[in-house]
């Protein structure tokens, strides 16, 4: 296979299989073999006589040559016993209890499959609504969606896949101005992205400055109302703060809703880019359009006849995923048949206009999209209304707004997904993104820091003879080639990445993709940190006036903004903000002589720090602690377990609460106090272990820090943050950080390296790590 090592490395860690010691049992090889010839088996369904072994070498072939991939589901479960193959799934939550934790039980059972859940909280009844039943008071949706949130997190901690889910609330829901803040507290709900479902009405009293009515979902009773305009504005300011509530226009939706008679389309994934009816489950997979490029005098272009032949067998491929799929649930294997959606779509459209020579932010770019997707689409509902002629058109085609047309085989044929972790597998810019960054510093073993370059702009420099690793750097410092000099102007003209292109030109590109696909486009708009709250709603007015179904922003560096808020004290009194925690210190009180803080909360982790770690032999295998420490000080502990086992969860929570201790101002010997000598069965028994149990390991581990710092050893001082590195300088990005923290500090929690953000997600180009799975 022509992949990299990182992407093999990906793969040997994500998706192989593995035995009972987590040791892998085949090599990628296998496992291309192995989804190859499960997916095909599904021929036989329709024909006894059709030639499985031939289909299985084609899709073994097309998978193999990068030139097609399927979500990454199906790449970790066909041919095995689990066998659920599907990326995204929808359930309904209904306005009773029982049905409320109906749909948590069937999340559940979803997430550990390896699936994401996208759900409408819109029928629950408003937060202080009459429960007709018990006579009590309604707790509403933002209540239950943080129920939702901790089932995820108990559930997601032995799975292949994090669980990952949208929520949705209509804007004419009662409760619409809480569920809009409600993760601008980003420890909040961070197992959701959440969107606001938008309907034509309220954007046209958005233009117009008018007020619009607030419905009870129970009754569909008037409750009151409220300015459109005030509400939008809302929407922008938390979006501008933390990126998140992202918007979804529902009437668009059900406008291409292929079902209408099954019910109002109310949700989509986690990613936004597939709307589902409840109990609908989507089968993703995107082409490579790189492998899809060929030269024609002197210059790349679009080879449409491989691409072509590359869609009909995409097409083929997925519906037979339907065919030999699990579905987690009876209701989902159900409805999924009935409609056959599938959702194919592109990857490394960004790099493809890099070997083109056309910027991304240019009507070039713009009418390079247009072109790509009206051919995939078109060949792709081809191939669905040559399959319905063989296999039959899907279940409720007589019911659908297609009925009148030609027998299709699947309601829907298109989708532009985020491709993650399948883009890093076949070496290219992720789904219809721009590069995100051009050079970056990886971390690898060994505290070793190399800069890693994106080859085809290493390529282009190397032939113009500029190429140098100085130059490289430069790029790393700036973060992009435009204020570099050396840089021909021509390269620096397409060499664009994600903060260089303007906003209006990420919501055009995806306007021009939205236009020939059947469901919607997942697209991030990036800005620059200095970006205002006119330049957000600038963005979602433009979406909505260019046809987007949603659309999702990130301000860079807004989740790092959070401030230390001392809260309330005794008797309701509020006590002002404190911008630092040198300021909640110098605003401590006193009483009896005594200076206490109130309701202070820890210092902010720093956005770098350094550390030592140190391998202990424990009872049960080994335990690798690491100690971290910046100017101020040991700041926080971290744990983890080697493969032969031992206890991660009391581990981790030791570790947890000592950095926590740490940075609200503990002294360092009484945790060590406290911890040194806690004894532990497992490591008593056992010869040879120098420590009693975990605890202790961490104290002793926290001790010889301690003691080396005051000994008049001098430790290491911190590397400079990476917004503020100067060529040369070691960056150290940190690995072992909590996925809550990695939003923060941008780094990745498995490798440290840097994050990109896409489709409500943020993901790990490096070892494929990603919040939404």
């Avoid at 190859?36 to 072994?53: C, L, N, T």
């Avoid at 790509?372 to 039959?392: D, F, I």
């Avoid at 959070?562 to 006193?590: D, F, H, M, W």
Wanted: aromatic share 6%.
């Amino acid at each position: 296979m022509p992949i990299s090592e990182n992407a093999r490395a990906v793969l040997e860690k994500r998706y192989l299989i593995r035995d009972e010691h987590g040791q892998p049992t085949e090599t990628v090889d296998q496992l291309f073999h192995r989804v190859a010839g499960a997916i095909a088996a599904a021929d036989a369904r329709f024909d006894p006589k059709a030639d499985v072994d031939a289909t299985a070498r084609t899709f073994y072939d097309m998978m193999t040559g990068l030139d097609f991939l399927p979500n990454s589901p199906t790449l970790m479960n066909a041919g095995r016993p689990l066998g659920q193959l599907s990326a995204c799934f929808v359930l309904p939550v209904a306005d009773s209890m029982e049905d409320i934790f109906d749909a948590i039980k069937n999340a559940a059972l979803i997430h550990k499959s390896g699936g994401g859940t996208g759900f409408s909280f819109s029928r629950l009844r408003a937060k202080g609504s009459t429960v007709n039943s018990t006579g009590g008071v309604a707790s509403g949706p933002i209540s239950f969606m943080k129920v939702f949130n901790a089932a995820t997190e108990a559930v997601k901690q032995g799975g292949t896949r994090r669980g990952a889910n949208m929520g949705i609330l209509r804007v004419d829901h009662p409760d619409i101005m809480e569920f809009i803040g409600c993760k601008n507290d980003t420890h909040e709900i961070n197992n959701f992205n959440i969107s606001v479902g938008l309907t034509e009405a309220f954007m046209r009293s958005v233009e117009q400055g008018g007020e619009y009515d607030l419905v009870d979902p129970a009754t569909g009773t008037v409750t009151g109302t409220l300015n459109a305009r005030r509400v939008f504005e809302t929407v922008v300011a938390s979006a501008w703060q933390t990126g998140e509530p992202g918007i979804i226009f529902l009437d668009r939706l059900n406008r291409d809703n292929p079902v209408p008679s099954m019910g109002e389309i109310e949700s989509t994934n986690p990613c936004g880019e597939q709307p589902l009816l409840p109990y609908e489950a989507c089968n993703l997979g995107s082409i490579n359009l790189v492998t899809h490029l060929k030269k024609s005098g002197g210059r790349y272009v679009l080879d449409k006849k491989k691409l072509g032949d590359t869609i009909r067998k995409a097409v083929h491929f997925l519906d037979n995923v339907i065919e030999v799929n699990k579905y987690p649930l009876d209701e989902i294997d159900k409805m999924t048949r009935a409609t056959r959606k599938i959702g194919l779509g592109v990857m490394g459209f960004a790099d493809m206009l890099l070997y083109m020579g056309i910027p991304y932010n240019s009507e070039a770019g713009v009418a390079q999209a247009k072109e790509v997707m009206e051919l995939v689409n078109a060949v792709g509902h081809q191939e669905s209304e040559k399959l319905a002629g063989t296999r039959g058109a899907f279940p409720l085609f007589g019911e659908s707004i297609y009925q009148n047309g030609r027998p299709l085989r699947n309601a829907t044929v298109t989708t532009i997904a985020p491709t993650g972790t399948l883009s890093i597998i076949a070496g290219v810019s992720s789904g219809v993104e721009p590069v995100f960054a051009y050079a970056y510093i990886r971390n690898v073993m060994d505290n070793t820091h190399l800069i890693e370059t994106n080859q085809i702009l290493k390529d282009r420099l190397t032939e113009a003879g500029v190429y140098s690793e100085e130059l490289m750097e430069q790029i790393v410092e700036q973060g992009s080639l435009q204020h570099v000099e050396g840089i021909p102007e021509e390269i620096r003209r397409v060499f664009v990445c994600a903060h260089d292109v303007s906003p209006i030109w990420h919501v055009k590109m995806q306007a021009a993709f939205q236009e020939y696909t059947d469901n919607a486009v997942s697209k991030t708009v990036n800005f620059p940190n200095s970006a205002t709250r006119e330049e957000v709603a600038e963005v979602y007015t433009l979406a909505y006036k260019l046809g987007c179904k949603g659309t999702t922003i990130y301000r860079d560096g807004s989740r790092d903004e959070q401030v230390l808020n001392i809260g309330k004290v005794a008797g309701g009194r509020e006590e002002p903000r404190a911008e630092t925690y040198e300021e909640a210190v110098l605003s401590a009180e006193c009483e009896n002589g005594a200076c206490v803080m109130r309701n202070i909360k820890p210092r902010p982790r720093p956005a770098v720090t350094m550390g030592y770690t140190e391998k202990v032999k424990i009872g049960c295998g080994n335990l690798y602690i690491t100690v971290n420490y910046d100017e101020n000080g040991i700041c926080e502990v971290f744990t983890n377990t080697g493969r032969a086992g031992g206890c991660p969860s009391q581990s981790e929570a030791t570790a947890r609460l000592v950095s926590i201790a740490l940075r609200a101002g503990v002294d360092g010997d009484e945790l060590i106090h406290q911890l040194k000598g806690i004894r532990c069965p497992s490591c008593l028994r056992q010869k040879g272990v120098p420590v009693t149990s975990c605890p202790d390991a961490i104290a002793k581990a926290i001790e010889r820090v301690v003691k080396a710092s005051q000994s008049g050893s001098a430790l290491p001082p911190c590397p400079s943050p990476l917004s503020a590195v100067v060529p040369g300088e070691p960056i150290i990005p940190r690995p072992g950080m909590t996925p809550a923290e990695a939003k923060l500090a941008k780094y990745c929690p498995e490798c440290g390296s840097p994050m990109e953000h896409e489709g409500g997600c943020v993901t790990c180009r490096n070892c494929g790590y990603s919040k939404c799975g």
